[in-house]
C-alpha cells in the first residue's frame, strides 16, 4: 500500500515535470508490480480482496500523498530511504528470506529482484549524483532530511505491528 502512493504521486510529479521530483522517477526501482506477483504467491490472485492496509501502513499512505500534494520535494525522503534501502540490503534480505522460508527458487521474492539495475553500485552512483544537482537550498536539503527521519518512524510503526501479528500466530 504504501509504495503503491508513493509510486502512484511520483508517476503523476513526474507527468507534470516537476523540477526536483522528475530527475529521482528512477522507474527501475519501482516495487509495486514485484510486490504483486509476491502477494500472489503468498495468498493467491485474490490477493487484494484478501488483504487490507494496517493502521500503520494507512498513516504512512496519507503522509505520502499529504507531502506529494503540499511538499512534493519531501517525498526525496521517503524515496531514498525506502528504494536505496531496499536495493542496497535487499540482496541480503532476499538470502535471509529464501533460507528462513525454505524457497528453492526466486518465486515469493520478486520485491528484491531489480530486472532493470544491472550494477546496483553504478545505480547508487548515478542516483546521488542526481540528488546532488538538484535544484534545492540548505533548507530544503535539511527537511528533506527530518522527512527521512520520518521514513524510518512509519517503517518502524508497521514492522512492530507485524512482529505483534507474528508473535500472535
Known sequence: ??????EDEIEKLCDKAHPIIS???FK?????????????????SNWSELLRPSKPALEYEARIREIATNNP??????????YIGD????QLLKTITKKAMNLQDDEGL??????????????????RNTLD?????QEIANSIVEEAN???KYNMDIFNELEGNLIAA
Open 133 to 137: 544537482n538538484l535544484p534545492i537550498d
Open 28 to 44: 527501475e526501482l519501482f516495487r509495486k508490480e514485484n510486490l504483486e506477483k509476491d502477494l500472489s504467491f503468498y495468498f493467491g
Open 23 to 25: 530527475p529521482i522517477g
Open 87 to 90: 536495493l542496497s540490503g535487499g
Open 1 to 6: 500500500f504504501v509504495y503503491s502512493a508513493m
Open 73 to 82: 520535494e519531501l517525498l526525496i525522503g521517503h524515496h531514498y530511504s525506502r
Open 110 to 127: 520478486s520485491f528484491y529482484i531489480f530486472e532493470e539495475i544491472s550494477d546496483e553500485k553504478a545505480f547508487k552512483k548515478k542516483y
Open 150 to 152: 520520518k521514513s524510518f
